[in-house]
């Protein structure tokens, strides 16, 4: 089960940057939108960008001990 | 022609009658019924204006009925059935009746075609939704519940200021567009802001929702901010600081949410995080903002309903409520029907194709990118990878799934699939997030303007999909790192709460003090008071002795004779004392007085009797 999911997972990847390359947006309203799988790299950045900002957030600043309103 | 009557009445008068009906049964089917009567009830309602009463010189209207009002008039009523349907199994009836007259409340403000009905049923919702908190019976509900409606006070004060400046500048109640711009407009956007909770007034959403009931939560998911972006759809299009604070809330509310141990808690930043969607697209202004943040506000009541619904199945069944207490349980193997649903409701909120998200949030994202104001545009962007990243993935992944943390030992714990109306609730609920994502035309129809937007435009379709595929790879990278965190995390909420606590603790020590001391004191004189007036005559002698007395202890105390005379100052203390307690008694003082009146009499006698003889 989990090893299909694994192999879906991969074939989805593979498909949808395939694709992306001749499906070329009609109407681009930002110069980035040309670039082939821009939203692939968006994505990505964008999702490693907020894990490690919002580690960084909650850990230097915002997590707090779980009684810290009843003490 | 079937004569119809206001939505708002129709759960307000099933909310009597609720608690009238013993019989559990009739009870549960009437729960049913009066959504659906309302339902049909909407169906009949022609647009125009109805039910206008006078009141004080001003015309009440109950029923303004447009394309605006009917849209979210319709969802609210079919959000009101599933999660009827969601709460059958329960037994309290005070819960149901706060939930209707919650519900009808929210329809009263949809339908308000004047300040003063909006501001009327805007009380009342803020009221009867406290109830859903209360009704979990811990002191963390009862204190959230305190924060909650104290926020909406406020809000609602500021609601009912601005509303009266309004009505005294312009000499108006409609309610309708309201220029920006003066105090009248701030506050009414405020009272409306805080309700959309928009950043830095929203922490009592994240702080209260998630102290709610199981099922009360699926209704206050759906109504309170819902509302709010109503009246400000109707009141402000187009006021671009809501666009700039919308596109704010939809990132701060992902970053929160990552943050967050507790899986509603998790939610609850998340409907703030999708709200600023809404608020964002009413900012933007366009046809196609609007028809955005209304088309998203309708298919977010649907998913976010099924999320809490998901989420609150799973805390109904094992009494758990954080990722760090549920990883590693493998909770999938005993209720896969259960995380099959919640996953339908994660791909609608995070804008997989042929789910509801997708043809909505979409919209809202096309129209920052139609007035090119680019980073509105990626922070919308930013808040569509938070979403997938956190509802979609490390939710599930930590509740149903997830790694026991290393070295403990987990003591097994008895999960099931949830009772048999929620599962139906939840499938439902599912269905239609799945039916308005395939049929987008169903929803479309009833925006209010006409919609010129292809979601289902192949390259749409492709770069939605890279996006979330590579957020996924993303996340399967870094999956160590997001396992459950038990702490909280501080947010806006900390102004009120901390200091509040400082506020308490100076009532509770130095004024406290302060009272007690005062009070001794008047205490003290009163008793002085009582003994000195049993014998006033002695008063003055008291006084006296008592001066003397303090004096010469102090001056034997500077001279440093105390040691010596301490025999002297006793003696006088013990009569002074014996002094204090002598009663008045009429003998000792009758016969001197007397003897001085009979002495002054007779002197008097011979003085006139001397006087009468020599003067003559």
């Given at each position: 089960?989990?090893?299909?999911?694994?192999?879906?997972?991969?074939?989805?990847?593979?498909?949808?940057?395939?694709?992306?390359?001749?499906?070329?947006?009609?109407?681009?309203?930002?110069?980035?939108?040309?670039?082939?799988?821009?939203?692939?790299?968006?994505?990505?950045?964008?999702?490693?960008?907020?894990?490690?900002?919002c580690?960084?957030?909650?850990?230097?600043?915002?997590?707090?001990?779980?009684?810290?309103?009843?003490? | 022609?079937?004569?119809?009557?206001?939505?708002?009445?129709?759960?307000?008068?099933?909310?009597?009658?609720?608690?009238?009906?013993?019989?559990?049964?009739?009870?549960?089917?009437?729960?049913?019924?009066?959504?659906?009567?309302?339902?049909?009830?909407?169906?009949?309602?022609?647009?125009?204006?109805?039910?206008?009463?006078?009141?004080?010189?001003?015309?009440?209207i109950?029923?303004?009925?447009?394309?605006?009002?009917?849209?979210?008039?319709?969802?609210?009523?079919?959000?009101?059935?599933?999660?009827?349907?969601?709460?059958?199994?329960?037994?309290?009836?005070?819960?149901?009746?706060?939930?209707?007259?919650?519900?009808?409340?929210?329809?009263?403000?949809?339908?308000?075609?004047?300040?003063?009905?909006?501001?009327?049923?805007?009380?009342?919702?803020?009221?009867?939704?406290?109830?859903?908190?209360?009704?979990?019976?811990?002191?963390?509900?009862?204190?959230?519940?305190?924060?909650?409606?104290?926020?909406?006070?406020?809000?609602?004060?500021?609601?009912?200021?601005?509303?009266?400046?309004?009505?005294?500048?312009?000499?108006?109640?409609?309610?309708?567009?309201?220029?920006?711009?003066g105090?009248?407009?701030?506050?009414?956007?405020?009272?409306?802001i805080?309700?959309?909770?928009?950043?830095?007034?929203?922490?009592?959403?994240?702080?209260?929702y998630?102290?709610?009931?199981?099922?009360?939560?699926?209704?206050?998911?759906?109504?309170?901010?819902?509302?709010?972006?109503?009246?400000?759809?109707?009141?402000?299009?187009?006021?671009?600081?809501?666009?700039?604070?919308?596109?704010?809330?939809?990132?701060?509310?992902?970053?929160?949410?990552?943050?967050?141990?507790?899986?509603?808690?998790?939610?609850?930043?998340?409907?703030?995080?999708?709200?600023?969607?809404m608020?964002?697209g009413?900012?933007?202004?366009?046809?196609?903002?609007?028809?955005?943040?209304?088309?998203h506000?309708?298919?977010?009541?649907?998913?976010?309903?099924?999320?809490?619904m998901g989420?609150?199945?799973?805390?109904?069944?094992?009494?758990?409520?954080?990722?760090?207490?549920?990883?590693?349980?493998?909770?999938?193997?005993?209720?896969?029907?259960?995380?099959?649903?919640?996953?339908?409701?994660?791909f609608?909120?995070?804008?997989?194709?042929?789910?509801?998200?997708?043809?909505?949030?979409?919209?809202?994202?096309?129209?920052?990118?139609?007035?090119?104001?680019?980073?509105?545009?990626?922070?919308?962007?930013?808040?569509?990878?938070?979403?997938?990243?956190?509802?979609?993935?490390?939710?599930?992944?930590?509740t149903?799934?997830?790694?026991?943390?290393?070295?403990?030992?987990?003591?097994?714990?008895?999960?099931?699939?949830?009772?048999?109306?929620?599962?139906?609730?939840?499938?439902l609920?599912?269905?239609?997030?799945?039916?308005?994502?395939?049929?987008?035309?169903?929803?479309?129809?009833?925006?209010?303007?006409?919609?010129?937007?292809?979601?289902?435009?192949?390259?749409?379709?492709?770069?939605?999909?890279?996006?979330?595929?590579?957020?996924?790879?993303?996340?399967?990278?870094?999956?160590?790192?997001?396992?459950?965190?038990?702490?909280?995390?501080?947010?806006?909420?900390?102004?009120?709460?901390?200091?509040?606590?400082?506020?308490?603790?100076?009532?509770?020590?130095?004024?406290?003090?302060?009272?007690?001391?005062?009070?001794?004191?008047?205490?003290?004189?009163?008793?002085?008071?009582?003994?000195?007036?049993?014998?006033?005559?002695?008063?003055?002698?008291?006084?006296?002795?008592?001066?003397?007395?303090?004096?010469?202890?102090?001056?034997?105390?500077?001279?440093?004779?105390?040691?010596?005379?301490?025999d002297?100052?006793?003696?006088?203390?013990?009569?002074?004392?014996?002094?204090?307690?002598?009663?008045?008694?009429?003998?000792?003082?009758?016969?001197?007085?007397?003897l001085?009146?009979?002495?002054?009499?007779?002197?008097?006698?011979?003085?006139?009797l001397?006087?009468?003889?020599?003067?003559?």
């Amino acid at each position: 089960m989990a090893r299909a999911l694994r192999y879906i997972f991969l074939i989805g990847i593979g498909l949808s940057i395939l694709v992306g390359l001749f499906l070329r947006p009609e109407h681009p309203h930002f110069w980035w939108e040309r670039i082939p799988a821009s939203e692939a790299i968006f994505g990505f950045l964008g999702c490693i960008l907020l894990v490690v900002g919002c580690k960084f957030l909650g850990h230097r600043w915002l997590q707090r001990y779980e009684d810290y309103y009843s003490d | 022609m079937i004569e119809t009557v206001p939505p708002a009445f129709i759960f307000m008068v099933g909310a009597i009658f609720l608690p009238i009906l013993r019989e559990r049964r009739l009870n549960q089917v009437f729960q049913l019924l009066i959504p659906a009567i309302a339902f049909i009830d909407l169906l009949y309602m022609d647009q125009g204006t109805y039910w206008s009463y006078q009141f004080l010189g001003y015309e009440l209207i109950f029923g303004r009925v447009d394309k605006l009002s009917l849209c979210f008039g319709y969802i609210f009523v079919i959000i009101a059935f599933l999660g009827m349907a969601y709460a059958l199994h329960m037994r309290e009836v005070g819960q149901q009746v706060a939930a209707f007259l919650y519900i009808g409340s929210t329809l009263g403000v949809t339908f308000a075609g004047d300040l003063f009905t909006l501001f009327a049923f805007w009380e009342i919702m803020a009221i009867s939704a406290v109830f859903l908190i209360w009704h979990q019976r811990t002191e963390a509900a009862l204190n959230a519940g305190f924060r909650y409606i104290m926020v909406h006070i406020f809000g609602g004060c500021a609601l009912l200021a601005g509303i009266i400046i309004h009505v005294v500048n312009t000499g108006s109640i409609h309610f309708g567009y309201i220029e920006y711009g003066g105090l009248a407009s701030l506050l009414i956007l405020l009272g409306f802001i805080i309700s959309a909770a928009v950043p830095p007034f929203h922490a009592w959403l994240a702080d209260a929702y998630p102290e709610a009931t199981v099922t009360g939560a699926v209704f206050l998911s759906a109504f309170t901010t819902k509302s709010a972006v109503y009246v400000l759809a109707r009141s402000f299009p187009g006021v671009e600081p809501l666009m700039w604070l919308g596109a704010i809330m939809a990132v701060y509310g992902v970053v929160y949410a990552l943050m967050e141990n507790d899986i509603r808690r998790v939610l609850a930043y998340h409907i703030i995080s999708q709200v600023g969607y809404m608020v964002c697209g009413v900012g933007i202004g366009t046809e196609m903002g609007l028809n955005g943040s209304i088309a998203h506000a309708f298919c977010h009541i649907l998913y976010k309903a099924l999320l809490f619904m998901g989420t609150g199945a799973v805390i109904h069944v094992t009494g758990k409520r954080k990722i760090t207490e549920l990883q590693g349980r493998n909770l999938y193997k005993m209720m896969p029907i259960c995380l099959s649903l919640y996953l339908i409701a994660g791909f609608s909120i995070s804008g997989v194709p042929l789910f509801n998200g997708f043809i909505s949030k979409n919209m809202v994202v096309a129209a920052a990118a139609e007035i090119h104001r680019v980073p509105v545009y990626l922070f919308l962007h930013l808040a569509s990878i938070g979403t997938f990243l956190s509802t979609t993935l490390k939710l599930p992944y930590g509740t149903w799934f997830g790694k026991a943390p290393e070295g403990e030992n987990l003591e097994e714990i008895e999960a099931e699939e949830p009772p048999l109306n929620m599962l139906i609730a939840m499938g439902l609920t599912a269905f239609l997030c799945i039916f308005t994502g395939l049929y987008p035309r169903v929803l479309y129809d009833i925006l209010p303007y006409a919609v010129d937007y292809h979601p289902y435009a192949p390259s749409h379709v492709v770069v939605s999909m890279q996006l979330l595929l590579f957020t996924a790879a993303a996340f399967w990278l870094s999956i160590d790192k997001l396992g459950g965190e038990a702490t909280i995390s501080l947010d806006t909420d900390w102004f009120y709460r901390k200091p509040g606590m400082l506020l308490l603790w100076l009532f509770s020590h130095p004024l406290q003090g302060l009272r007690f001391g005062l009070q001794s004191l008047f205490t003290r004189m009163v008793t002085n008071a009582i003994s000195l007036s049993k014998n006033p005559i002695l008063v003055p002698e008291i006084a006296i002795r008592y001066i003397h007395l303090m004096v010469i202890n102090r001056l034997y105390h500077a001279l440093g004779l105390y040691e010596d005379k301490l025999d002297e100052l006793r003696e006088l203390q013990s009569r002074l004392a014996a002094m204090r307690k002598m009663t008045y008694d009429n003998d000792v003082y009758r016969r001197p007085i007397g003897l001085g009146v009979l002495l002054a009499l007779t002197l008097l006698f011979v003085y006139g009797l001397i006087y009468f003889i020599v003067l003559r």
